[in-house]
């Protein structure tokens, strides 16, 4: 199967390569003759944004843009565990006369900050802006733009189920019910009842805020690092609960908004340049932000970006090839790999991913969707035995060519080194050793078999669909000789183009495949969602255990960082031990970068070469320099 693949895949290219060099050759000219700071990036996509409102636009390439003209309070780094500033400079908790709770050496207290708070409902922090910080009309980044971006999450009349919403809702304190303020939980000069205790001095009028959180480590992580600052300026005047923020019918003055953004990130929007096929952002020179090195120094070294949609990926692959773009804002085939290696002037980036591709089985369908052979999934023994059936090792090598890893059961990655717990891994070891656990256990439950060796139910052979979208035909395949051996029978099943309203929230599926990704920034939403709240979330088999719903309610309530570490270690044994999402692989991230004119490509995890890292470490190759 994997070399009828790659054979197919190669002799695919080599046809495109001979169709498009004579078409393609004109437009490689514009990056051979431009002596600028531009860097030229391609985009493997079906259409380029026709919005750049930042929590409507979540497909494609708009995140990466969006994120590039607008700008969130602070970065996460994941290394370091330090939130890195943005629009923000400083944050911290403070106690009840308003003081910070820090150690001595300027970290947060844990210690004293569950003394203080450990049995309230909230806790607060003080957060400080940059006062550098500008929109790109100029207009200062103030107080009042924060509190009017968080106040719209939080209003659903307002914002109308815009993608920030779900941020907000389980990390801040303040509360609407139809429109109306029931809970206030942001607090700034204007925005300043009596009761709140609070007081502004004139230096910090415009860049002070106070946030209620909600009693949960993760709640700033959320606000910090997920959220889109929008200007107050430019929303206030013209949305409504008639007119919201994210309207499918947008009136004129939203829809010039929607494609005319006033962002206050490093770059603004080239409007004269941009068009379906062509997005051209600009370096902002008063953006805040600089050099870390030397602060006479732009943040990035990059002048303009210039986006290049195509359509193709073999379009794509021939320009990077033919030295037409700079880098590709996308990854690619593992199998075209070979077609770089010998280039002298590309590099091949790999990036690992904290994304865990899994096989999750449907062990408590709605009324009416349950069936004799749904009704195995109930069992743990069953479950443990499809578990340990499956064989990454093997499955990364035929299915995924080698451009991947093997996942913990407990769906932690092993590179999150204080949150991974080496105890969850209990689907790996020999092989042959767990095929015959798992043949041990199902003859014990469904010990029957017809002529060809799968097992019986009541007469019938044991048959299950996967769902999946056509991409993941070949996994399906793989997985059809993997349950051979334990006596069940698989198919491939399509999921179409909406499976969660179609299958997956009404329980009409046997099993599925989901992406599940598990970091500190997502642990105490993502959890929940995937394990705890039943309906339209991402618990699709509607799975429920009393005792690991209580262990994740710990973990996301706990206010003691080492405490939030310990009981992330400890759900994690209990995933694992449920065998209901059963991890497969997690995919490497394999893209290319060309290093004739810029130098400095970062491999950063769960991205491609086009990252924030490597925007920043980006150097023109010397004799490039205009």
């Known amino acids: ?105 300027g970290r947060v207290d844990y210690a004293r900050l569950e003394e203080v708070y450990g049995k309230s409902k909230y806790i607060p922090i003080k957060l400080v802006l940059n006062k550098e910080a500008r929109w790109s009309d100029g207009r200062p980044v103030t107080a009042e733009d924060i509190y009017f971006t968080f106040d ?49 001095s004139e230096d910090e009028t415009d ?122 804002a996308t990854s690619v085939n593992p199998n075209y790999r070979t077609l770089f290696d010998k280039e002298e002037n590309l590099q091949v980036i790999e990036s690992e991913s904290s994304f865990c591709q899994c096989l999750v089985l449907n062990v408590n369908p709605q009324s009416g969707q349950n069936t004799p052979l749904r009704s195995l999934f109930s069992q743990p023994d069953f479950r443990r035995a499809i578990a340990l059936a499956i064989n990454q090792e093997d499955l990364i090598e035929k299915v995924k060519d080698g451009a991947a890893v093997p996942f913990s059961a407990g769906l932690i990655s092993n590179k999150l080194t204080e949150l991974y717990n080496p105890k969850a891994d209990i689907l790996s070891g020999d092989y042959e050793a767990r095929l015959a656990e798992a043949n041990t256990i199902l003859d014990a439950i469904v010990p029957e078999k017809d002529a060809e060796g799968y097992r019986l139910l009541n007469g019938r052979r044991i048959r299950y669909e996967i769902l999946g979208n056509p991409a993941e035909q070949d996994l399906v395949s793989f997985l059809q000789v993997q349950f051979q051996k334990i006596g069940i029978e698989v198919e491939y ?19 599925t495949l989901q992406g599940v990704t598990f970091s500190l920034t997502t642990v105490d939403i993502m959890m929940k969602a995937h394990f705890v709240t039943l309906g339209t979330s991402s618990n699709y088999g509607r799975y429920e255990d009393p005792a690991l719903e209580a262990k994740i309610k710990e973990m996301t309530s706990t206010i003691n960082l080492d405490r939030k570490y310990e009981l ?37 995890t769960d991205a491609n070469a086009f990252n924030t890292d490597s925007l920043i470490s980006l150097e023109r190759v010397k004799g490039e320099s205009r």
């Open 1 to 105: 199967m994997k070399k009828v693949f790659r054979k197919s895949c190669f002799i695919l290219l080599l046809l495109a390569l001979c169709l498009l060099t004579a078409g393609c050759r004109s437009k490689g000219k514009e990056r051979e003759e431009d002596d600028s700071d531009t860097l030229y990036v391609g985009y493997v996509g079906s259409s380029f944004p026709t919005s750049y409102m930042p929590w409507q636009s979540r497909d494609g390439i708009a995140p990466t843009v969006c994120s590039m003209l607008y700008s969130t309070l602070f970065s996460y780094n994941d290394e370091t565990g330090v939130f890195e500033p943005g629009l923000a400079e400083s944050w911290c908790y403070i106690d009840k006369k308003g003081e910070p709770i820090l150690t001595e050496d």
């Open 152 to 200: 719209l999450c939080a209003n659903n009349a307002l914002s109308n189920h815009a993608g920030a919403l779900a941020w907000v809702t389980g990390s801040l304190r303040h509360t609407y019910e139809r429109g109306k303020l029931m809970e206030q939980g942001i607090f700034t000069a204007a925005h300043n009842p009596s009761y709140s205790k609070y007081t502004f």
């Open 207 to 328: 860049t002070t805020v106070y946030l209620h959180l909600e009693r949960s480590l993760g709640a700033v992580t959320t606000l910090f690092t997920t959220i889109l600052i929008l200007p107050e300026h430019i929303w206030s005047p013209i949305i409504s609960a008639e007119n919201p923020i994210n309207s499918t019918k947008p009136n004129d003055a939203l829809q010039y908004a929607y494609t005319h953004p006033v962002g206050c990130g490093p770059f603004s929007l080239d409007l004269d340049a941009t068009n379906a096929q062509v997005i051209v952002l600009q370096r902002r020179d008063d953006y805040h932000l600089r050099d870390k090195a030397d602060p006479a120094l732009p943040y990035y070294k990059v002048e303009r970006i210039k986006f290049i949609l195509y359509q193709e990926q073999n379009v794509a692959i021939f320009s990077i090839l033919k030295g037409y773009i700079d880098v590709l």
């Open 493 to 511: 099943a399509a999921a179409g183009s909406s499976p969660e309203k179609t299958f997956l929230y009404t329980s009409k599926f046997d099993m």
């Open 568 to 604: 992330i270690r400890e759900v994690q044994e209990m995933i694992a031990e449920t065998y209901y999402k059963i991890p497969l692989y997690s995919s490497k991230i394999v893209s290319v970068a060309r290093t004739d004119r810029w130098h400095g490509w970062k491999a950063v």
